[in-house]
């Protein structure tokens, strides 16, 4: 986290008023203390950073997944209680399939409010329906991050049609992951296809801070968690921490962890982006 410290002082002189006003927002929610100048560190060499290749062949097993049907969810599946709380790693509930949306009614309306309503209270830009323990795909966004003052977005059934062959690194947090911050390296822009609260569909192109936040939602949605993204060096720094949530997790349930850090295979070079 001293690296994470230092670059987040840096970032005091160095970024535009609005990208500022972004890492403070991201603090409990989405934190993105690494400046678009720290972009050079994703020249360095590193065997386990996948590949511009590899990205590319997951938007081509995306692009190709379109044609598969998933499966619809019903109204059981978008049946909530508020106030919605946050699911925490390891809970299974992060890893379960997240079904499609077909019905855009005043339930959903409700959902994607009280969505709004947390990821307000948290201090994000964006949150993902399995965080808050329901198992669709859906996610909430607002690149500005207050009530009232930018956009806020819906994207039902997101499906990412392009990404930039550039990638970055960003020190992410995740309220899923309390006090957890690590590198992740991803593409600096997506396109991506989606629906919106009533059901019309529409394509966006996002990139930098907003194309990172989406990233990171649209991986919850198909159940992976940001330390799949990790470079084994930079999750060497977080198992600890990885492991200490699976232990609160054993103790607040009296079962064993659905997953354990110390089990995840090493990454082979060059492969990785992928969910494998
Ligand atoms: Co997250």
Same mark, same amino acid.
């Given at each position: ?67 598969? *049907? ?7 599946? =978008?049946? !909530?209680? $508020? ?6 790693? @390891? #809970? ?73 062959? *550039? ?7 995740? =309220?899923? !992951?309390? $006090? ?6 991803? @593409? #600096? ?88």
């Amino acid at each position: 986290m001293a690296g994470a410290t230092m670059l987040h002082s840096s970032s005091q002189s160095l970024l535009p008023s609005l990208a500022r006003r972004y890492s403070l927002l991201f603090d409990s929610c989405f934190h993105f203390r690494r400046l678009m100048s720290t972009g050079r560190l994703f020249h360095s060499i590193n065997p386990n950073k996948p590949s511009p290749l590899a990205v590319r062949a997951q938007a081509r097993r995306s692009l190709s997944s379109n044609k598969v *049907k998933d499966e619809l969810a019903s109204p059981a599946d =978008l049946c !909530f209680e $508020g106030p919605l709380k946050i699911i925490v790693y @390891p #809970d299974p509930i992060l890893r379960a399939k997240n079904k499609r949306i077909g019905t855009f009614d005043d339930n959903l309306k409700k959902l994607v409010d009280e969505m709004f309503d947390v990821m307000y209270r948290t201090d994000g830009i964006g949150l993902s329906a399995p965080q808050v323990g329901i198992n669709v795909q859906l996610m909430v966004f607002n690149p500005v991050g207050e009530r009232g003052e930018g956009e806020e977005i819906v994207l039902v059934n997101p499906r990412v049609t392009r990404y930039s062959r *550039k990638m970055l690194p960003y020190n992410e947090g995740c =309220l899923s !992951f309390p $006090g957890i911050y690590a590198d992740v390296e991803r @593409p #600096d822009s997506v396109k991506v296809d989606a629906q919106d609260i009533n059901g019309a569909r529409f394509t966006v192109g996002l990139t930098r801070l907003p194309a990172r936040v989406f990233q990171h939602e649209y991986d919850h949605l198909q159940g992976i968690l940001f330390f799949d993204r990790m470079s084994d060096e930079v999750l060497d720094t977080v198992r600890e921490d990885l492991e200490a949530l699976e232990k609160k997790y054993e103790d607040s349930t009296g079962l064993p962890s659905p997953e354990r850090i110390n089990t995840r295979k090493r990454r082979q070079a060059g492969a990785g982006f992928g969910k494998s």
